[in-house]
């Protein structure tokens, strides 16, 4: 019954929630960031490669063997370095646009959290803080007025 109510409170407090749309955005991005690679990058990558296809590249093991009818007796065993190289264009594609992404939301973050900043509504939490931190000041230098009298 526990884990039942543990399992409510995580529900509702929206951190399901946020993981569900994470994961959905995530997969949709992982699409178009995909589609970037294959599609924008690496044509012009293999015009300026001499024409070489990138996901075509294998490092041979062993070759395939046919018998006489043309049936494979023996598979062909490769390692497809040219997909590696695509997925690590995919990595650094994805890193960086997730640390512009990051940027931006910082940037964003860090001027609602200015008190002094007009142009953009302060969170309540901060508002309240900084009249606390103000309060504070003032009283720390009225009671070292008094000390000094």
Do not use: C
Request: glycine letters at 6%; proline letters at 3%.
């Amino acid at each position: 019954m526990k884990l039942i109510q543990e399992f409510k409170e995580f529900a509702v407090k929206g951190n399901m929630i946020d993981m569900a749309v994470g994961i959905i955005i995530g997969a949709s991005f992982n699409k178009v960031i995909d589609v970037l690679v294959k599609e924008v990058f690496m044509p012009p990558l293999s015009l300026l490669s001499d024409g070489i296809h990138f996901q075509d590249k294998v490092w041979v093991l062993r070759e395939g063997v046919k018998d006489a009818s043309g049936t494979v007796v023996k598979e062909q065993i490769a390692i497809g370095y040219g997909a590696l190289i695509e997925a690590f264009l995919d990595f650094l594609i994805i890193g960086f646009t997730v640390f512009l992404v990051v940027k931006f939301m910082n940037r964003l973050r860090k001027k609602a959290q200015d008190p002094e900043d007009k142009t953009v509504e302060t969170p309540k939490d901060i508002q309240l803080l900084t009249t606390i931190n103000e309060s504070l000041k003032e009283q720390t230098s009225l009671l070292k007025g008094k000390m000094k009298s």
